[in-house]
Nanobody, 126 residues
Framework: QVQLVESGGGLVQAGGSLRLSCAAS????????MGWFRQAPRAAREFVAV???????????YYSDSVKGRFTISRDNSENKLYLQMNSLKPEDTAVYYC????????????????WGQGTQVTVSS
């Protein structure tokens, strides 16, 4: 019943920025650990970033080495939204980006997430 809808993707030149959004409905957003994965053509889905659920004392985040220092994951529980701010984009970042969620603690493993959006395309030109 939980639905996740991504938006904000598009075409950008290398070095530019994009902000992805994920709108959640049909559940209690604050009870979910949330994250972002991405998938390039003919490639496996790749972990990007995760953020802890609202029950934690403070929000915790974790990033893949390839995006750390360039991307920032955040959430606004009052609006049931998840964000991914992407700066200093590289052609290697080109992929479909997916918003994901689960009721348990966050994880890097895609198979452990219960809820997936349909994805939004990010294309970075050189």
């Amino acid at each position: 019943q939980v639905q996740l809808v991504e938006s904000g993707g598009g075409l950008v030149q290398a070095g530019g920025s994009l902000r992805l959004s994920c709108a959640a409905s049909g559940g209690s957003f604050s009870s979910y650990s949330m994250g972002w994965f991405r998938q390039a053509p003919r490639a496996a889905r790749e972990f990007v970033a995760v953020i802890s659920k609202s029950g934690d004392s403070t929000y915790s985040t974790y990033y893949s080495d390839s995006v750390k220092g360039r991307f920032t994951i955040s959430r606004d529980n009052s609006e049931n939204k998840l964000y991914l701010q992407m700066n200093s984009l590289k052609p290697e970042d080109t992929a479909v980006y997916y918003c994901v969620g689960r009721r348990a603690l966050f994880t890097r493993n895609a198979r452990e997430y219960d809820y997936w959006g349909q994805g939004t395309q990010v294309t970075v030109s050189s």
